[in-house]
């Protein structure tokens, strides 16, 4: 996927081949292979050209990258403990690239503001307020005397 990822455009076999080779040995058939079952997994489409094919990324690597992270946080069973632990593990431009993110897709921000009545100036917060215009007998059924 690396390879059909870095040209994005449809390739062949053999063009895969040739670019692989450049690093290691491999088989024609090998790669042939791998194409064959990254189609019959919905990972590429492919046309026929000839008596060869054409192998097309169905999405991009950050769709990809996407999806096997949104199926990891699914299979926790406390979301916000998992990205806790992730948040924690990234470096500060992986940070960076999570605010920038954020902005694009227009979250607010994640700095946590001040509640209003914490808020310098007002007047701090009471306890829960008492009910107005109760009726005496209905105090003494809440337990109030």
């Known amino acids: 996927m690396t390879r059909v990822w870095k040209w994005n455009r449809p390739v062949t076999?053999?063009?895969?081949?040739?670019?692989?080779?450049?690093?290691?040995?491999?088989?024609?058939?090998?790669?042939?292979?791998?194409?064959?079952?990254?189609?019959?997994?919905?990972?590429?489409?492919?046309?026929?050209?000839?008596?060869?094919?054409?192998?097309?990324?169905?999405?991009?690597?950050?769709?990809?990258?996407?999806?096997?992270?949104?199926?990891?946080?699914?299979?926790s069973d406390n979301g916000a403990a998992a990205l806790v632990a992730f948040f924690g593990m990234m470096s500060e431009e992986q940070r960076q690239s999570l605010r920038d993110a954020v902005r694009v897709v227009g979250l607010p921000e994640t700095t946590e503001q001040p509640r209003p009545a914490e808020q310098p100036g007002s007047a701090p917060r009471s306890g829960p307020a008492e009910p107005q215009g109760e009726n005496p007998a209905s105090a003494e059924g809440r337990g109030g005397r």
């Open 13 to 75: 076999v053999r063009e895969v081949l040739e670019d692989l080779q450049k690093e290691r040995s491999i088989a024609y058939t090998t790669v042939m292979t791998v194409l064959d079952n990254l189609h019959q997994k919905g990972w590429v489409r492919r046309e026929a050209e000839g008596r060869a094919y054409r192998y097309e990324a169905v999405s991009t690597r950050a769709a990809y990258a996407a999806a096997l992270m949104n199926e990891a946080w699914s299979q």
